[in-house]
């Protein structure tokens, strides 16, 4: 929440990244290296003008995956879901046998819901964690702030209902 009121995206959330401190029960996140170089770039989302996406390929969000020149921290809060998701699960929420192939699933794929690959996880909490993986950065938590106030007071909340105009249209047609 930090680093994002002060305009800095991580973009490389992983397990690698963050730092338990057992004694105070804290926790850091770390290696602000792809943020530091991409701040001096000029904010884009991108090191180079080639949209290329950059960062762990497991833990990335769907924006940063296909590239988006502009990311903003709820792309962050994805890579935290699937840290999470791998917390209570075991496992990645996504899997491929080639890079291309994850990043299409990161891009694409719903996610298996985390209460389903684990019964016994409170249901508020898979509900929070799988509003951190929503594909649309609108239906993800707006901050991290937001996201801990959930996980501190164990209450889950629905993404705000967007308007119409940017919802995608469904048109049936009768034959």
Not at 2 to 23: F, M, Q, S
Request: proline share 10%.
């Amino acid at each position: 929440g930090y680093a994002h009121a002060h305009d800095i995206v991580h973009r490389d959330v992983k397990p690698d990244n963050i730092l338990l401190e057992g004694t105070r029960g804290r926790v850091m996140v770390t290696d602000f290296g792809i943020a530091k170089a991409l701040s001096a770039e000029g904010g884009g989302g991108t090191l180079t003008d080639t949209g290329v996406a950059i960062g762990t390929p497991a833990f990335m969000s769907p924006e940063q995956a296909a590239g988006e020149r502009v990311i903003d921290g709820r792309s962050d809060l994805y890579s935290l879901g699937v840290v999470a998701f791998q917390m209570l699960t075991g496992e990645l929420p996504f899997q491929a046998p080639t890079v291309p192939g994850l990043l299409m699933k990161q891009i694409s794929a719903p996610p298996t819901p985390v209460d389903r690959v684990r019964p016994e996880t409170p249901r508020e909490l898979a509900l929070t964690v799988m509003r951190c993986l929503e594909k649309d950065p609108e239906d993800r938590w707006p901050t991290a702030d937001a996201l801990r106030r959930a996980l501190e007071t164990g209450t889950h909340s629905a993404p705000l209902p967007r308007p119409l105009s940017r919802r995608p249209r469904v048109v049936v047609h009768e034959q």
